[in-house]
């Protein structure tokens, strides 16, 4: 991952957006709700467990780099409320038990949603349950944005995403500053409600996103008392 300047200095930290309405910062809220989940489902799951263990150090050992993750950009604007966490749940259609390889996050539809990280698109598509969705790799990261409005549509330079009424459009290939905004939320796909599904990945493994949420939140929490 590139820890490169803020592309956006000028204007307030993206990450503020969320809290001017609110006294807890979605990343606070992360926290409660990952303590809740884990009551609730429990990371009881072999298969589970290994994809935590292996991430977390990945996670740690990157927030050990020094502020780099505090640079990054909380993905949704007018943010409501974590809905589904990463890991095994009751699945919303059928009722069985699937691992669930990201982190819903709720907003009123049309919502804004921002890059995580200055990044390359890397794909777009609107043929799946993800839905009208971009893929953007930032290093060895890759980020996935789920269930948006817009579609997908070709011409001579190749696949784009465009939303009219959001004034968005994502040409593959083209680059993308950290906390631009990058479509809205919506209900394309497999989704029974407007929200973010937000996926990671490093190195090709998939990466609980409450985790990073939380490696962003310490790493904010130290920049503001000047650490
Ligand atoms: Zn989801």
Request: glycine letters at 10%; aromatic letters at 10%; hydrophobic letters at 35%.
């Amino acid at each position: 991952m590139n820890p490169s300047r803020h592309p956006s200095q000028r204007s307030a930290d993206p990450l503020q957006r969320p809290h001017r309405r609110r006294r807890r910062s979605p990343l606070m809220l992360l926290a409660l709700f990952f303590a809740g989940a884990v009551s609730v489902w429990g990371i009881t799951d072999i298969f589970s467990r290994a994809v935590v263990e292996a991430v977390e150090p990945q996670v740690t050992q990157t927030a050990a780099l020094g502020d780099m993750w505090s640079q990054a950009s909380f993905p949704v604007e007018d943010f409501q409320a974590y809905t589904s966490p990463f890991g095994y749940r009751s699945d919303p259609y059928s009722g069985s038990q699937r691992f669930h390889y990201g982190l819903d996050l709720a907003a009123p539809s049309g919502s804004y949603i921002r890059n995580w990280w200055e990044g390359r698109v890397v794909e777009v598509s609107d043929d799946s349950a993800c839905g009208t969705s971009v893929v953007l790799q930032s290093g060895n990261w890759l980020h996935i944005y789920c269930h948006m409005h817009g579609h997908v549509a070709r011409d001579s330079s190749g696949r784009y995403f465009i939303d009219s009424a959001g004034g968005l459009r994502l040409q593959e290939g083209q680059t993308v500053p950290t906390g631009a905004r990058i479509g809205r939320v919506g209900m394309t796909g497999r989704t029974t409600g407007p929200h973010l599904h937000w996926g990671l990945k490093y190195d090709d493994s998939w990466v609980d996103p409450a985790l990073v949420l939380r490696a962003m939140y310490t790493s904010q929490q130290a920049v503001r008392q000047g650490n």
